[in-house]
Nanobody, 114 residues
Framework: QVQLVESGGGLVQAGGSLRLSCAAS????????AGWYRQAPGKQRELVAS???????NYDDFVKGRFTISRDNAKNTVYLQMNSLKPEDTAVYYC????????WGQGTQVTVSS
């Protein structure tokens, strides 16, 4: 069974940076589309960024130019580099893999103070 372990969340001041990591167990990572979603209090979960097995990326308009998603297939890991963070980026961030099945991580809290 594939599991996802996220790390890298925390508290940061506006304008700061954080790097999220999501390590996957199992062999499906290489063929999966990996994504980061976020859910703020009282709001629906939304896609932040995704990267497919070929390396093509997709970003929500609100994070374009500030966030970068990348993957290291040798380490079964997907990353989200978040720069120029804003208080509106505060949310729980979830890692997601989509291949034959869809798998979610447990979430990591990102809090941006003003």
């Amino acid at each position: 069974q594939v599991q996802l372990v996220e790390s890298g969340g925390g508290l940061v001041q506006a304008g700061g940076s954080l790097r999220l990591s999501c390590a996957a167990s199992g062999s499906i990572f290489r063929i999966a589309t990996a994504g980061w979603y976020r859910q703020a209090p009282g709001k629906q979960r939304e896609l932040v960024a995704s990267i497919n097995s070929g390396g093509s990326t997709n970003y929500d308009d609100f994070v374009k130019g500030r966030f970068t998603i990348s993957r290291d297939n040798a380490k079964n890991t997907v990353y989200l580099q978040m720069n120029s963070l804003k208080p509106e980026d505060t949310a729980v961030y979830y890692c997601n893999l989509q291949a034959i099945v869809e798998i979610w991580g447990q979430g990591t809290q990102v809090t941006v103070s003003s």
